[in-house]
Nanobody, 131 residues
Framework: QLQLAESGGGLVQPGGSLRLSCHVS????????AVWLRQVPGKEREGVAC????????NYADPVKGRLAISRDNAKNTVYLQMNSLKPEDTAVYYC????????????????????????WGQGTQVTVSS
């Protein structure tokens, strides 16, 4: 059974940094691109960062380019998100997902459940950027 466990969120001041982690179990992790998504109440989930199956290709949504960096360790079934120069508008619950297509395809950055291998989602991790 697929399980995803996000961690690393918290309260940080504008300009600060956080590192999120997501451990995946229950399927072949390195068969999929991995995505970090975020969601705020009343808005649709949106992809912010994507990394290919072998970690060599990555793609970012425009609002986070140059500030966030995605990486993965396939030996640990874990995907990471290094978040730097955080802004109040980064405040959201962050989730990880597994994409059935490439990071430069129709499944990223706009969210469409059709392109995700997720049969379930983790609990997410809250990131709050505030002074």
């Amino acid at each position: 059974q697929l399980q995803l466990a996000e961690s690393g969120g918290g309260l940080v001041q504008p300009g600060g940094s956080l590192r999120l982690s997501c451990h995946v179990s229950g399927l072949s992790f390195d068969d999929y691109a991995a995505v970090w998504l975020r969601q705020v109440p009343g808005k649709e989930r949106e992809g912010v960062a994507c990394i290919g199956e072998d970690g060599r290709v990555s793609n970012y949504a425009d609002p986070v380019k140059g500030r966030l960096a995605i990486s993965r360790d396939n030996a640990k079934n874990t995907v990471y998100l290094q978040m730097n120069s955080l802004k109040p508008e980064d405040t959201a619950v962050y989730y990880c997902g597994l994409l059935t297509g490439p990071c430069n395809g129709p499944g990223f950055p706009g969210y469409n459940e059709y392109y995700y291998a997720n049969t379930r989602w983790g609990q997410g991790t809250q990131v709050t950027v505030s002074s």
